[in-house]
């Protein structure tokens, strides 16, 4: 199973199933929902040239929504969900930042975790 199902499978159902790499497809107006994408990793490598049995990577959750009260609760649930996702071994990197976007007129929050799969 690839890292962005293990995402998928452990926020989905915080939002409908509204989780997606990167961004939202364009014409998805359904809030709140969850976006991520891949912003680096630990490279991991061995003198013997052989390949790792895990790798990491570190990934920037977004939140967005219509209110700062619903992002900054559902941000908390994010968290929480993906520190007890088994499968992810997740280590918190960073508070979460809040965010706005006046074009959308959409709140949101971002915060990285580092993912060993």
Do not use: C, H
Not at 1 to 30: C, H, W
């Amino acid at each position: 199973m690839s890292v962005e199902s293990l995402i998928f499978d452990t926020l989905a159902s915080l939002v409908s199933n509204r989780v997606y790499p990167d961004v939202a497809p364009q014409g998805v107006t359904a809030l709140p929902r969850i976006t991520y994408q891949q912003v680096g990793g630990k490279p991991v490598g061995f003198l013997e040239a052989t390949p790792p049995s895990k790798k990491n990577g570190r990934f920037q959750v977004n939140v967005w929504g219509a209110t700062r009260l619903q992002v900054a609760a559902l941000s908390r649930q994010v968290e929480d969900a993906l520190v007890t996702a088994a499968a992810l071994n997740t280590t918190v990197l960073g508070g979460v930042v809040a965010a706005y976007e006046p074009d959308t007129k959409l709140y949101g929050t971002r915060q990285d975790f580092s993912f060993w799969f």
